[in-house]
């Protein structure tokens, strides 16, 4: 009968290791649990023919367990909000932690998640925390994720802690998702339109003038210029390197390589994110989605237990803007220095006096998470307005563009057609 070798949790919910005999894995597993264990782990017993074939089934075990191959791309925020829920739900269930894992990643196709979790078991198995776990992996589990899962194990809570983190993180991603989604409609057209501007000055004003040379006609200023930025176009202007309708394809490109190179360096970050909130209409919604993203990111951490002071700096570092990290950086020094939040936050000027206001009284009341969770919750209703009212009047606005671009093609192109015609007609 074959033997298994198995891990398990006793009444008291310490580990054992032993071995059973059973005909088969889940008779194996009846039998451990008959003896008032909860099995972690079981395994049948091989029996080693030789050196050679052991050192080979040992080999082909840790090339099993180190999962094999390699995994291109990362972990999506959908894709880590999942597992954050299910492991929720496994821990909620009462399975020990290391089998969680274990099943997690087993349901997995090979990706990314799936190997970082397989590195995950290992630690977690060897004697490691979770959140140590989770910390060696900070491209996939950021510092935000690490600590409450830290805050979780330290209160005996990691269930409610995932829970909390895996709405924490659909909101957020929702909020997300919104603005881009009203920014890519103007981002389209604009793109189509470039495309189209630069096909017809590049194949058809060149075929009207010379149409327009063959009646040796006058043409007005407007066609003039339209001629002359359509040699630029295609590269027919005299001593030119190059068409300029590379330059025109070519410069959305390299504006925003640039805008991510500048932002990269402290000063040009603390430039374009001054000026983004300057901005007519996209200021006012760029602020509203930062106060929503850091009061509810605050306002999770705090309810997770996380000391206020960490929980400031970690939310300074996932606001995303720094003119709010600045404000939030003095914050977190005047709290080390005895202070209140909410009076160095209003002295700040980056907040409505009714975010300051509602701080102040989660102070008072000592219900500062549940405050700062119906700030976000009032200011992710909004964005939704804003971008609302947003897409209502870019509408309009690009209609008005492009009927401008396509009337004003039309014009340039007609008038010298009506001068021929009144030469033909003496």
Same mark, same amino acid.
């Given at each position: ?20 005999? #059973? ?15 909860? !099995?972690?782990?079981? +395994? ?19 090339? &099993? &367990? ?57 630690? =977690? ?31 005996? =809570? ?11 993180? *659909?909101?957020?991603? +929702? ?10 409609? %103007? ?18 004003? !060149? ?10 006609? *006058? $043409? ?17 202007? %005299?001593?030119?390197?190059? %068409? ?7 410069? !959305? ?13 402290? %000063? ?11 901005? !007519? ?6 602020? &509203?989605?930062?106060?929503? +993203?850091?009061?509810?990111? $605050? ?11 960490? #929980? ?14 600045? #404000? $939030? ?12 939040? #909410? ?20 102070? *008072? ?35 008005? $563009? ?25």
């Amino acid at each position: 009968m074959p033997t298994f070798q198995y891990e398990a949790l006793n009444a008291s919910g310490k580990p054992e290791k032993g071995t059973i005999e #059973a005909a088969s894995n889940e008779e194996a597993l009846q039998r451990i649990r008959m003896q008032g264990h909860f !099995p972690t782990a079981v +395994r049948e017993q091989k029996v080693k023919k030789s050196a050679t074939s052991g050192a080979a089934a040992s080999s082909k075990k840790k090339k &099993k &367990k180190g999962g094999g191959g390699i995994s291109l791309g990362g972990v999506s925020k959908k894709q880590l909000t999942l597992f954050t829920r299910q492991l929720s739900t496994l821990q909620d269930a009462g399975l020990p932690l290391l089998r969680s894992i274990q099943i997690l990643e087993a349901q997995l196709k090979p990706s990314k998640l799936k190997t970082v979790l397989q590195s995950v078991a290992d630690d =977690v198995e060897g004697g490691m925390s979770l959140s140590e776990a989770f910390s060696k992996h900070p491209r996939t589990y950021d510092r935000l994720y690490t600590k409450m899962v830290l805050a979780g194990e330290a209160g005996g =809570v990691l269930d409610v802690i995932l829970q909390r983190l895996a709405d924490f993180m *659909e909101k957020s991603q +929702r909020l997300k998702s919104k603005v881009v989604g009203a920014m890519i409609y %103007p981002v389209a057209v604009l793109s189509v339109a470039v495309l189209i501007v630069t096909g017809i000055m590049y194949f058809i004003i !060149p075929q009207f003038e010379e149409i327009f040379l063959d009646f040796g006609i *006058e $043409l007005p200023k407007l066609t003039m210029g339209l001629i002359v930025f359509s040699r630029w176009v295609a590269g027919n202007e %005299p001593d030119q390197a190059f %068409p300029g309708a590379i330059i025109l394809l070519a410069s !959305p490109i390299v504006a925003f390589v640039l805008f991510k190179l500048i932002r990269k360096t402290k %000063p040009g970050r603390a430039a374009f994110d001054w000026t983004f909130l300057k901005f !007519p209409v996209f200021g006012g919604l760029i602020r &509203k989605t930062v106060i929503a +993203r850091f009061t509810r990111t $605050l306002g999770t951490l705090i309810s997770a237990g996380v000391p206020i002071l960490e #929980a400031i700096q970690i939310t300074r570092d996932t606001c995303g803007n720094w003119v709010y990290e600045r #404000a $939030l950086n003095k914050v977190h020094d005047s709290i080390r220095e005895g202070e209140s939040f #909410a009076g160095p936050l209003r002295e700040t000027k980056v907040c409505d006096a009714l975010v300051v206001n509602m701080i102040d009284v989660g102070e *008072e009341t000592g219900d500062m998470d549940s405050m700062l969770s119906k700030i976000a919750d009032n200011y992710d209703e909004e964005v939704d307005v804003a971008i609302g009212s947003l897409v209502k009047l870019i509408e309009p606005f690009m209609v008005i $563009l492009l009927g401008g671009m396509v009337g004003t093609i039309v014009v340039a192109m007609f008038l010298p057609m009506v001068a021929m015609i009144n030469s033909l007609n003496q």
